[in-house]
């Protein structure tokens, strides 16, 4: 029943055995289609609401609302904190991203592991920290926050019409004080794919360290942390995984965990506490990032989104969002006063789409689209880009992208 995955990387961990009741719920009847209307049917979105931003914040499906609730329910009526129900969440992360668990840590969001990694490397005044200027603030701000805080330099480079040469221009860009090359494996400003097993690669030749902001990137396409071998990657859980809000995963690598002290410590933190003798020292695992009281639920609610998208199968569910952010693309490429700023190479994109009508406030349309007809898009502010950036998720039928598709020509035509 369950699918093969498709693609050049390693195989990502399929569903197991206590998951197949959910595919059952959403195969045709022959037992090997997905039928994404069924899977639509799992989420609770007002019939109403177009949400073509998941990009920024997903709804989740039933089940996911349903264990975190759950979870809630369980916790209140024992009165427990339940901070072991992370565990087996910790497991499921691992088998998703090809990763050994004890280098995942659950966090609040992206922002939040970007700051610890930015926090935890040792850079000193004068170090430099190459970025590309697609980064979403949670990517960029922890840099730049070091930048005001200790004097290291930032330096950014402009990716904005240059994916063929990435790689070349951080490369150019790397001196003898490059300590760390941090993007975005998928931009929140174009959905632009990077190429970054090349990136971690260069890296790795030059002695720098690969930091990778993975918030568009878990969930859309899949992600091989075994086959990445990134020095740190951070990813949110609200976004692809539709997962719950508040939801991140922190990897970090073996090296620094086994030789760095953690950012924050406490309880779960520590290895060997004694307050008479004044010593601690600490956890060599990722775990030690969920130190104190933890939000159990919302976590337990992670597990349930992983087991939700690996009874599909994450490269079909790539796929699906990939063959309908195509055809929003085609829709709309050919208008001339509209201008794809997504990368036009079928590999650099995903699920993505950014556009902007020319001469027309991106976000005069965007609010329009919200307030007439209830249909969320995302505004592209940042890099003055002025453009529109659409979503494509399980949730979205063909219907939807087709309605959608005409509805920006109309604003196209309409400025003639
Ligand atoms: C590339 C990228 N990094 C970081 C973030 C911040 O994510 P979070 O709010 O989950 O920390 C986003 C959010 O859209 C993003 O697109």
């Not at 931003?53 to 369980?74: F, G, H, L, M, W």
């Not at 060997?272 to 695992?285: E, K, R, S």
Request: charged residues 20%.
């Amino acid at each position: 029943m369950l699918l093969a995955i498709s693609g050049s990387l390693p195989t990502v961990a399929r569903a197991t055995a206590d998951q197949e009741h959910l595919p059952a719920a959403i195969y045709t009847a022959d037992g090997e289609t997905i039928d994404w209307a069924k899977v639509k049917g799992m989420f609770t979105l007002a019939s109403v609401r177009r949400h073509f931003n998941t990009a920024s914040i997903s709804p989740s499906p039933k089940v996911v609302q349903d264990k975190t609730i759950e979870t809630i329910r369980y916790v209140n009526r024992y009165g427990l904190e339940a901070h072991k129900r992370v565990e087996p969440v910790r497991l499921k992360l691992g088998q998703l991203l090809n990763a050994p668990p004890a280098q995942l840590a659950i966090t609040r969001n992206t922002t939040e592991g970007m700051n610890i990694i930015a926090r935890s490397i040792g850079l000193q005044k004068g170090d430099e920290v190459i970025i590309t200027n697609q980064e979403h603030v949670g990517g960029a701000a922890p840099w730049l926050t070091l930048q005001n805080e200790i004097g290291i330099n930032v330096i950014v480079i402009d990716i904005n019409s240059n994916e063929q040469n990435t790689c070349t221009l951080l490369e150019r860009a790397i001196t003898p004080r490059t300590k760390v090359i941090s993007v975005s494996h998928i931009t929140c400003a174009t959905g632009y794919v990077l190429p970054v097993k090349d990136i971690i690669a260069l890296c790795k030749k030059h002695g720098v360290q690969s930091v990778i902001d993975g918030a568009q990137a878990v969930g859309q396409v899949p992600v091989d942390l075994g086959y990445l071998n990134p020095d740190f990657y951070a990813a949110s859980g609200h976004k692809w995984l539709y997962g719950p809000n508040g939801t991140g995963i922190l990897y970090l690598n073996k090296d620094f965990l086994q030789n760095t002290g953690p950012l924050f410590s406490g309880a779960y933190t520590d290895r060997t506490f004694d307050l008479d003798a004044g010593i601690i020292d600490y956890v060599q695992t990722a775990s030690r990032y969920e130190y104190g009281t933890i939000n159990a639920p919302i976590m337990a609610g992670l597990g349930a989104a992983v087991d939700f998208a690996q009874s599909m199968g994450i490269a079909q569910i790539a796929d699906r969002c990939k063959q309908l952010s195509t055809r929003f693309y085609i829709g709309i490429k050919g208008h001339k006063n509209i201008t794809v700023l997504t990368p036009k190479k079928e590999k650099y994109r995903a699920a993505m789409v950014t556009f902007r009508i020319n001469g027309t406030p991106s976000a005069e349309v965007c609010r329009k689209l919200i307030q007439e007809e209830a249909t969320v898009l995302r505004n592209v502010h940042e890099n003055n880009l002025n453009a529109i950036r659409a979503s494509f998720a399980i949730f979205t039928s063909e219907e939807e992208v087709d309605e959608l598709v005409a509805r920006i020509l109309a604003f196209a035509e309409a400025n003639e």
